[in-house]
C-alpha cells in the first residue's frame, strides 16, 4: 500500500516529518503559563522545573484484566496492569507538579498484546470490514491514551504485526504524533512517520521552555515483520539517526532533549549478526549522542527506575527509565533548569518509578473502554470445542507436556495438508513450539475461544522451511542452551533449571516429530543424544520440513540455519486462529492422539523426571 506520509500540521504537537532532511522546522505546541521560581524582574538566576511521565510496553492492556484467565490480573509479585490503573498515577503527578508543566509520553508496543487489542485489528478492524456499513470503530489504546492526553508515542516493534494499514488507521485516531526517526521509506529513506515533536512550555516570569521529544524504534522490525515491511520501510539504528537528529533538536533551539527508545539498555541483539545494528541499543545512544537529557526505554520489559549513563563525548550524565510492561509502573523524570548566559539550561534530572497496584483504575478511562471490553469479554468466552482431559503448561519449560504437543501437532497436520501436491510433499514434517505462557491451560470438558488463545498469546504467523537432519541436531543444541548446567547427583530446583543466561521461555524450542533427550549435565553445544526419528538415528542427511513460527523464520532468537533457507510455504493467518479452527473443526482434543515422540531432560544419561 502507499505509505500515505501524513502531515501532522493538525496535530497538537511539532513533528519532523519527511521535509525536515531538506531542514525545514517543525512547528511548536504551546502550554498554558507556568510561574519561574526566583524569577524576578532580572535579579539572580532564574529557576524551573518540569516533569516527564513515560509508559511503555503496554500491549493493549487498559485495565487490570487477564482475558485468557477471564478474571482480574495477578501474579507472584502481585502487579497490577492497564492505563486506567495509570491514568491515576498520572493525575496525581500532575497535581503534584503542575499539569502545565507535565509531559506524557510512551515508548511503544501498544496495539499488540491482549485479546482487546487483538479484536480492534482482527475481529473487528479498526479499518473496517469489507462490505460492512457504519463507521470502523476506535482502537481502545487510543480512546484511553487520547483522553490521558498524551504528547507523543515512540513506534515499538508489535505496532507492525498487524501491517501497515492498521497502524496508520491507529495513527489518524491518536491526538498526539507517533514518533520513529528511524523509520524511513525504503526507496527514498525519508522518515515515514514523524522523527520528533516538540512541546513550548510557557514561563511567567522568563522565556519559554522548548522540549524536544525524539522517537526511536527497533532495527530489528525488518527481521520480526518482514512481511509486513519488507521494501516499504527500512529502519537504521538508533543512534545512527539519534546523531542526526538530536543536533536538529538543539538547533531549532530545544533546551532539553528526551528521547523515547523502543530498544532496552544493555546492548544485546536476539538476532545475531543478521543486522548491522544492535536490537537494545539505549545505553549506547545516552553513551555516544551528546545533547540528550534523559531517555525513556522500552522494549526489554524491565523495570529501571533510574540508571545514569555518562555521554563520552560531553561527559555530562544522561538518565534512563524503563517502566516494567503492561502499564505496571510509570517513569517519573524530574528535570530542573536555569536561565542562565541567555537560555534555559539543565541543571539535573532524576527519575523514579511509581506502582499502579497503588492506584485506583479511572472512572473515566473505564467507562470510556467499558463497551469494547465487554464485547471482546462475551467473544473470548465463546465455547469452541472439548478437550478429553485437563491439559496444563506449568511444567512445560523443562518435561514433554501433551499441551506444547498439541501446538506442535495441529502446526504439523496444517503444513502437511497445504504441501499435498507439491515437491516437498514427500519430506516429513517436523514442528517447533515454545511455552509462551506457563500459565496456559486447557480444562477438561468445554473449551473457550480464550483457553485455545492463551495457547498462543503472539501475533506470529505460520512458515515452512527445509532443514536437514543434521541442521535440526545444531537446532536442537541451540534451543537447549536454556537448561542450567547441572552436574550428576546435585539438588535439582525445578525453578532454577531454566532460563539460563537469561534465555527466556519463548526463545526454548521443543521439535516435534522426533524425539531426543537433552543432557543437561554436559555443556551447551553437546546437549542432544539418541536424536531419532521414526524409531532409527536421525540421519544427518535426511531432509525435514520445520513448521515454525514467522518470529523464528525470520531469525528472531538467532537459532541456526532456519533463518537462512528459502520458504516452501507461509500463511499470513495468526498460529492462534489456526489452533482455535482445528479445534472448531474436529469439536474435541484428545491428548492420547499426539505426542507419541518425546523429549526429556537427563544427566549422563539418567532421567530427571
Known amino acids: 500500500m502507499p505509505l500515505n506520509r501524513r502531515t501532522f500540521l493538525n496535530r497538537s504537537a511539532a513533528t519532523g516529518a519527511g521535509v525536515v532532511l531538506a531542514g525545514a522546522a517543525g512547528t511548536v505546541a504551546g502550554a498554558a503559563p507556568a510561574q519561574a521560581h526566583g524569577a524576578g524582574h532580572g535579579h539572580g538566576p532564574r529557576t524551573y522545573s518540569l516533569r516527564v511521565l513515560g509508559t511503555t510496553d503496554l500491549h493493549g492492556h487498559v485495565f487490570n484484566w487477564d482475558y485468557f484467565t477471564d478474571k482480574e490480573y495477578d501474579d507472584a509479585t502481585h502487579n497490577d496492569v492497564g492505563l486506567a490503573k495509570i491514568s491515576t498515577l498520572v493525575e496525581q503527578a500532575r497535581a503534584e507538579k503542575g499539569c502545565e508543566r507535565t509531559l506524557l509520553i510512551d515508548a511503544g508496543d501498544t496495539i499488540q498484546g491482549t485479546q482487546l487489542s487483538y479484536y480492534y485489528a482482527r475481529v473487528e478492524p479498526i479499518t473496517g470490514t469489507a462490505g460492512k456499513r457504519g ?353 550428576p547427583g546435585a539438588v535439582v530446583d525445578v525453578s532454577k533449571l531454566t532460563n539460563a543466561a537469561g534465555t527466556p521461555d519463548y526463545n526454548y524450542d521443543v521439535v516435534g516429530g522426533v524425539s531426543y533427550e537433552i543432557d543437561i549435565a554436559k555443556p551447551v553445544g553437546s546437549r542432544i543424544v539418541n536424536l531419532t526419528f521414526q524409531g532409527a538415528p536421525l540421519d544427518p542427511a535426511a531432509r525435514f520440513v520445520l513448521a515454525v513460527n514467522n518470529y523464528r523464520a525470520n531469525g528472531g532468537g538467532n537459532f541456526p540455519h532456519v533463518a537462512a533457507t528459502a520458504s516452501v510455504w507461509a500463511n499470513s493467518d495468526e498460529i492462534r486462529n489456526t489452533i482455535i479452527a482445528w479445534v472448531k473443526a474436529n469439536g474435541s482434543i484428545d491428548p492420547s492422539a499426539f505426542g507419541a515422540d518425546s523429549w526429556k531432560l537427563t544427566r549422563d544419561g539418567v532421567p530427571l523426571f
Open 135 to 487: 463507521k470502523p470503530p476506535v482502537h481502545p489504546m487510543a480512546l484511553a491514551m487520547n483522553h490521558m492526553r498524551y504528547d507523543a508515542m515512540a513506534l515499538g516493534n508489535h505496532e507492525f504485526n498487524y501491517g501497515i494499514p492498521v497502524l496508520r488507521k491507529f495513527e489518524e485516531q491518536c491526538d498526539f504524533p507517533l514518533l520513529a526517526a528511524n523509520a524511513v521509506d525504503a526507496k527514498t529513506l525519508k522518515p515515514a512517520f514523524a522523527p520528533y515533536t516538540i512541546k513550548r512550555i510557557k514561563v511567567h516570569g522568563g522565556p519559554d521552555i522548548t522540549v524536544g521529544i525524539l522517537g526511536l524504534t527497533n532495527p530489528g522490525i525488518a527481521i520480526w515483520d518482514k512481511a509486513n515491511v519488507q521494501g516499504k520501510l527500512a529502519f537504521p539504528g538508533l543512534v545512527e539517526q539519534a546523531r542526526i537528529y538530536v543536533p536538529k533538536l538543539r538547533a531549532l533551539g530545544c533546551d532539553v532533549v528526551i528521547c523515547a527508545d523502543h530498544s532496552g539498555v544493555d546492548g544485546a541483539t536476539s538476532y545475531g549478526d543478521a543486522l548491522p545494528y544492535p536490537e537494545n541499543a539505549s545505553a549506547l545512544v545516552a553513551e555516544q549522542v551528546p545533547g540528550i537529557d534523559a531517555i525513556l526505554v522500552g522494549h526489554a520489559h524491565k523495570e529501571i527506575a533510574s540508571r545514569t549513563v555518562v555521554n563520552t563525548a560531553s561527559g555530562k550524565d544522561v538518565v534512563l527509565s524503563e517502566p516494567l510492561m503492561w502499564g505496571m509502573r510509570l517513569s517519573v523524570f524530574d528535570i530542573a533548569l536555569e536561565f542562565r548566559q541567555g537560555r534555559w539550561s539543565v541543571t539535573k534530572v532524576v527519575a523514579e518509578v511509581r506502582n499502579a497496584n497503588t492506584a485506583a483504575e479511572d472512572p473515566h478511562v473505564v467507562k470510556l473502554v467499558k463497551a469494547e471490553h465487554d464485547k471482546v469479554v462475551a467473544y473470548v468466552n465463546q465455547v469452541v470445542g472439548t478437550c478429553a482431559v485437563a491439559m496444563s503448561a506449568t511444567e512445560a519449560p523443562y518435561k514433554d507436556t501433551p499441551i506444547i504437543d498439541f501446538i506442535n501437532a495441529v502446526q504439523t497436520q496444517t503444513v502437511k495438508a497445504a504441501l499435498a501436491g507439491t515437491e516437498y510433499a514427500a519430506l516429513p514434517v517436523l514442528s517447533q513450539a515454545a511455552c509462551f505462557s506457563r500459565s496456559a491451560a486447557i480444562p477438561a470438558g468445554q473449551v473457550s475461544l480464550r483457553d485455545v488463545a492463551g495457547l498462543y498469546v503472539f501475533e506470529n504467523t505460520l512458515d515452512a522451511r527445509v532443514l536437514t537432519g543434521a541442521q535440526i541436531k545444531d537446532y536442537l543444541e541451540f534451543s537447549a542452551k536454556y537448561f542450567v548446567q547441572t552436574a
